[in-house]
């Protein structure tokens, strides 16, 4: 994948699509696995783990340690679990027919 | 607003800008003045030197995208209208850029007939502009709204967004006939609507099938609500100088104070914390003998996550919910206030939800 993308780079635009997955980090903040994909930024995936770690620390700090912290934007829908310090994040863009009519994300 | 409409367009191809430009400045009854830009750069300090009505957008741009500049845009100039038109066919994308708050979304007309409907879509938003003059209630009040709905017989739904709280007064004939909030309904519902200080409106097409539970006429029912709302916020004021202080010993005052002990009373509630936000940098809070770290914990995970909303550009952040051994944690952001409330570990997250969204629906009224 590394060496393809090498020849295939991505269109020069800045317009990023919001992708669905995960990808789990370890307790330094360092990403350790991905299913998303690499057209996805890193610095991206970063920005939201080291959110998500900084939430749970200071949850702890807190005397209130979390296992789990869902954050719901309007677009996208981010699901973080603690792992040993480090975590894993699910991401699940949401959309507009999903809003207007939830019974479609029931649908098989 | 100037008296000839002036629109932006923002596009990276030189002869999609010709073409809409001539289009738009010939072909529409008003006869708006059209200006072009090329790039995000150049758009944002056309809008800063200049007074614009609609800016039409299209998001695949090289460095700054059109997502990057609709964020701009709405955040700096809220009553300019805002259109992506793009030839982007996402899903996705679509539901971001309304998330973002842009007015319509158009994928480039490729037959006559689109084309026809998007320049009709457009001289709308300009009339619109030119005869109503506001943006959802922010120069009118609800009651104005329902006044002239109602004067001109007209049969509709009206929803109003409050924070994250959504109402829907419906009218048929100039008559209310029904009302309704989260978990509420008819003329309570109304009154709660009615008591919301800020937000934004959107007239919808009648809902003929809805079953009336107001019958009290719209004159009635506007100073009934006007009366309810009067005797709260006396006896918020005499409940005030009756106990000096809030629970649990929170600087609190008026509204807040009675609203904590409400809310403390719900099922499934552990502790409350309500902050003040931007000038107002107060500390409310309900079953916590030291907010601090909980302070700490609200105003930092808003913030962070905000930050990062914006930098995704996923639209508003919503809410936050956390579940631990020891409790459930919510966090939101609700009009004036940053909602922080507990709930036991043993409540199921469905529970959570809905009670939760029952906190910020009184919050918010």
Same mark, same amino acid.
């Given at each position: 994948?590394?060496?393809?993308?090498?020849?295939?780079?991505?269109?020069?635009?800045g317009l990023?699509?919001?992708?669905?997955?995960?990808?789990?980090?370890?307790?330094?903040?360092?990403?350790?696995?991905?299913?998303?994909?690499?057209? #996805?930024?890193?610095?991206?995936?970063?920005a939201i783990?080291?959110?998500?770690?900084?939430?749970?620390?200071?949850?702890?700090?807190a005397?209130?340690?979390?296992?789990?912290?869902?954050?719901?934007?309007s677009?996208?829908?981010?699901?973080?679990?603690?792992?040993?310090?480090?975590?894993?994040?699910?991401?699940?863009?949401?959309?507009?027919?999903?809003?207007?009519?939830?019974?479609?994300?029931?649908?098989p | 607003?100037?008296?000839?409409?002036?629109?932006?367009?923002?596009?990276?191809?030189?002869?999609?800008?010709?073409?809409?430009?001539?289009?738009?400045?010939?072909?529409?009854?008003?006869?708006?003045?059209?200006?072009?830009?090329?790039?995000?750069?150049?758009?944002?300090?056309?809008?800063?030197?200049?007074?614009?009505?609609?800016?039409?957008?299209?998001?695949?741009?090289?460095?700054?995208?059109?997502?990057?500049?609709?964020?701009?845009?709405?955040?700096?100039?809220?009553?300019?209208?805002?259109?992506?038109?793009?030839?982007?066919?996402?899903?996705?994308?679509r539901?971001?850029?309304?998330?973002?708050g842009?007015?319509?979304?158009?994928?480039?007309?490729?037959?006559?007939?689109?084309?026809?409907?998007?320049?009709?879509?457009?001289?709308?938003?300009?009339?619109?502009?030119?005869?109503?003059?506001?943006?959802?209630?922010?120069?009118?009040?609800?009651?104005d709204?329902?006044?002239?709905?109602?004067?001109?017989?007209?049969?509709?739904?009206?929803?109003?967004?409050?924070?994250?709280?959504?109402?829907k007064?419906?009218?048929?004939?100039? $008559?209310?006939?029904?009302?309704?909030?989260?978990?509420?309904?008819? $003329?309570?519902?109304?009154?709660?609507?009615?008591?919301?200080?800020t937000?934004?409106f959107?007239?919808?097409?009648?809902?003929?099938?809805?079953?009336?539970?107001?019958?009290?006429?719209?004159?009635?029912?506007?100073?009934?609500?006007?009366?309810?709302?009067?005797?709260?916020?006396?006896?918020?004021?005499?409940?005030?100088?009756?106990?000096?202080?809030?629970?649990a010993?929170?600087?609190?005052?008026?509204?807040?104070?009675?609203?904590?002990?409400?809310?403390?009373?719900?099922?499934?509630v552990?502790?409350?914390?309500?902050?003040?936000v931007?000038?107002?940098?107060?500390?409310? #809070?309900?079953?916590?003998?030291?907010?601090?770290p909980?302070?700490e914990?609200?105003?930092?995970?808003?913030?962070?996550?905000?930050?990062?909303?914006?930098?995704l550009?996923?639209? $508003?952040?919503?809410?936050?919910?956390?579940?631990?051994?020891?409790?459930?944690?919510?966090?939101?952001p609700?009009?004036?206030?940053?909602?922080?409330?507990?709930?036991?570990?043993?409540?199921?997250?469905?529970?959570?939800?809905?009670?939760?969204?029952?906190?910020?629906?009184?919050?918010?009224?």
């Amino acid at each position: 994948m590394g060496f393809l993308s090498r020849f295939f780079k991505p269109a020069d635009t800045g317009l990023i699509h919001l992708p669905a997955g995960s990808f789990t980090m370890d307790r330094d903040g360092k990403i350790m696995t991905s299913t998303l994909p690499q057209s #996805f930024p890193s610095e991206h995936l970063r920005a939201i783990g080291d959110q998500v770690l900084a939430s749970f620390r200071s949850a702890k700090k807190a005397q209130m340690p979390l296992a789990e912290i869902v954050i719901q934007y309007s677009a996208l829908k981010l699901l973080a679990r603690e792992l040993r310090g480090g975590a894993i994040v699910f991401l699940s863009p949401q959309s507009l027919n999903q809003k207007l009519n939830p019974k479609l994300k029931k649908s098989p | 607003m100037p008296a000839q409409p002036k629109i932006l367009l923002l596009d990276d191809d030189q002869d999609f800008l010709d073409l809409y430009r001539e289009m738009l400045s010939q072909h529409l009854p008003s006869m708006p003045e059209v200006r072009a830009a090329n790039s995000g750069g150049r758009a944002l300090s056309l809008l800063e030197s200049e007074q614009f009505n609609i800016l039409i957008v299209d998001l695949n741009l090289p460095k700054m995208d059109g997502l990057q500049v609709v964020t701009i845009a709405r955040r700096k100039y809220p009553q300019l209208r805002l259109v992506v038109l793009t030839g982007i066919r996402d899903e996705q994308f679509r539901t971001r850029a309304y998330a973002l708050g842009v007015d319509q979304y158009w994928i480039k007309p490729e037959t006559d007939q689109e084309m026809g409907l998007f320049m009709e879509s457009i001289d709308s938003l300009i009339n619109r502009e030119a005869q109503a003059g506001f943006r959802g209630v922010q120069s009118k009040s609800l009651v104005d709204i329902i006044q002239l709905e109602c004067l001109s017989q007209s049969s509709c739904m009206l929803k109003i967004i409050n924070g994250a709280t959504e109402g829907k007064i419906y009218i048929q004939s100039g $008559e209310v006939i029904d009302a309704e909030v989260p978990g509420v309904n008819g $003329e309570p519902a109304f009154q709660r609507i009615l008591s919301w200080k800020t937000g934004s409106f959107e007239t919808l097409p009648a809902d003929l099938t809805r079953v009336r539970t107001i019958f009290s006429s719209y004159q009635g029912l506007l100073l009934n609500s006007a009366q309810a709302i009067d005797e709260a916020a006396s006896l918020d004021q005499v409940a005030t100088a009756e106990n000096g202080a809030a629970p649990a010993g929170a600087p609190a005052v008026g509204n807040v104070a009675s609203m904590l002990t409400e809310v403390s009373q719900m099922e499934g509630v552990e502790f409350v914390l309500a902050l003040g936000v931007e000038k107002n940098r107060s500390q409310n #809070f309900w079953g916590l003998e030291n907010p601090k770290p909980m302070v700490e914990f609200t105003r930092q995970t808003l913030d962070n996550f905000r930050a990062l909303g914006e930098r995704l550009q996923v639209g $508003e952040l919503q809410q936050i919910t956390g579940t631990g051994p020891q409790r459930k944690v919510a966090v939101a952001p609700c009009g004036n206030s940053e909602l922080c409330i507990g709930f036991p570990p043993a409540l199921s997250a469905e529970q959570m939800r809905d009670s939760f969204k029952n906190i910020l629906t009184k919050w918010a009224s």
